[in-house]
């Protein structure tokens, strides 16, 4: 799917301040994610990711200024979200099988009590099949490796028939091979939604995403082909930022708290 | 252990008390298993304890004002579900001050059931009774009530099976899908509280957490679903029970503490030999 510049965007963030426990996390901070887009927000740890994530899902209110999702609240626009937490979120020994698990994403407002469809199980099965994890359909989730439970929280977000897959850190912990087969399903999954996925590690994710939206005490957005030498003041010690030198774009106001390039010239 | 059976065929307190042991067994089983998974044993002692509370008001009540239609499990079935509705709603408002709330009413639980207790005139035998259990104290009012109970929550974990195991499992996803998070978890503090009222004539209240945790724990060891360990714990439950009545009848010990020690003794076991087991594949 590539970038559709008519259809609204999928999140569009303006004016946003917060603050968690009485520290500014985002003053003033702006940026779009338009339908269809492949983009990874990344920012070292405790840079506001995370915040950014909680604050697009409606989990956190923004002190001020507007988050809106597929052009709504957050708390409405969140049912068309499929979200993958980080696997170190669940409890690896939950006495749960992959379908369990996956099933999950088939709850909804309306559909909570009772017992599963059958046209859930449907969905799930082809769910698995998309993420590549149909071969682990009824496995405890405790005998999963990393990788394999990965996949499977992807296909959960999947269940849930989603416009927007939203993943927190979906290559931490991962070897780098298994990260590669991960992004190249992220990519086909691309062709028919928006991506976007929260990366600590700017230089695994950069070659694989179309553009990137960095988050460190405000949001700044740039083409992934396009990351500069100033982002390596934004991470300092990151040693993969040398792996790409495309400096020809200055943004004089990276450092500025909660500026944004998003609309400036 | 035939003398235990031709007991039972001669004392009916001996059939209600059996009878009681396994309503509490499916109780626990189910209900155990949630407390094991999420990992809140702590609520759940502390919900025994605010048991001891209502079970206090309720005797007093009944002693002191002649409320004579007051069951003292009538008290512990309702200061186990404010305390547990307190428990939620202070979690849905803030998380930090979870810990201290089950602090205090652990501790005033118990001073308020000590308190009543002590100004109840009489005969004050039932503080220990409720402390330790007294499996053969269980009376046709208490059955009734236990069978109410053990439908209540099979009905509720029937019904919200799906939702509850998605809390659990992943809170905020859950919340994320539309799952009200805050009444489910309030539901799951109520199922716990229920289940500790059908336990305290069992085991008594501080005895409580050993069959609410220790048999979902050895259950979870054989099976690695949600529904099949409550099942096995439900089970594992009722024959420790039993056999715990039974031995603990015929070498005249008391019973709360002999299923107790035994469930203690399952538990090491399997722990230890899953221990063994996977140091040795």
Known sequence: MTVDPRRPPVVEITDLHFAYRGQPVFTGARAVIPAGAFVSIVGPNGGGKTTLLRLVLGLLRPDRGQVRLFGESPRRGRARVGYMPQHAHVDPQFPVTVTDVVLMGRLRPGRLAGPYRRDDREIVRSALQEAEALDLEGRPFSALSGGQRQRVLIARALACRPELLLLDEPTASLDPSVQDDLFELLHRLNERMTVVLVSHDVSSVSRHVDSILCVSQGIDEHPASEISGALAGLFPGSSGLSLVHHDHHHHPHHHEQGGGPGGRP | ?281
């Open chain 2, 1 to 281: 252990m035939t003398g235990f059976i031709t007991a039972l065929a001669e004392h009916a307190f001996l059939r209600q008390a059996v009878l009681a042991g396994l309503l509490a067994s499916v109780a626990c089983g189910i209900v155990g298993t949630y407390v094991v998974t999420r990992r809140i044993t702590v609520i759940a002692g502390s919900l025994a304890h605010t048991v001891l509370g209502g079970m206090g008001a309720a005797y007093y009540l009944r002693a002191a004002q002649g409320w004579q239609w007051l069951h003292p499990l009538h008290g512990a079935v309702a200061a186990a579900l404010l305390g547990a509705g307190l428990i939620g709603l202070v979690r849905a408002r803030s998380r930090e001050r979870e810990d201290t709330v089950i602090s205090a009413l652990w501790a005033v639980g118990m001073a308020v059931g000590v308190f009543f207790l002590f100004k109840t005139p009489g005969y004050k035998a039932d503080l220990i009774t409720y402390l330790f259990g007294n499996i053969v104290m269980v009376d046709p009012v208490a059955l009734r009530l236990l069978i109410g109970l053990d439908l209540v929550i099979l009905l509720l974990v029937l019904v919200f099976y799906n939702p509850l195991l998605a809390v659990c499992f992943d809170e905020e996803f859950a919340r994320l899908r539309g799952v009200r998070v805050g009444w489910l978890y309030t539901l799951l503090l109520m199922l716990i509280a229920l289940t500790i009222v059908t336990l305290v004539y069992v085991v008594g209240i501080v005895m409580v957490i050993a069959l609410v945790t220790l048999p979902a724990s050895v259950a979870g060891l054989f099976v690695r679903r949600l529904w099949p360990t409550m099942v096995l714990a439900a089970a594992l439950s009722s024959v420790l029970t039993v056999a715990g009545l039974g031995i603990s009848y015929g070498a005249d010990l008391p019973a709360g503490a002999t299923i107790v020690l035994l469930t203690g003794l399952v538990y090491a076991t399997a722990q230890l030999a899953a221990g063994l087991g996977r140091r040795r594949p």
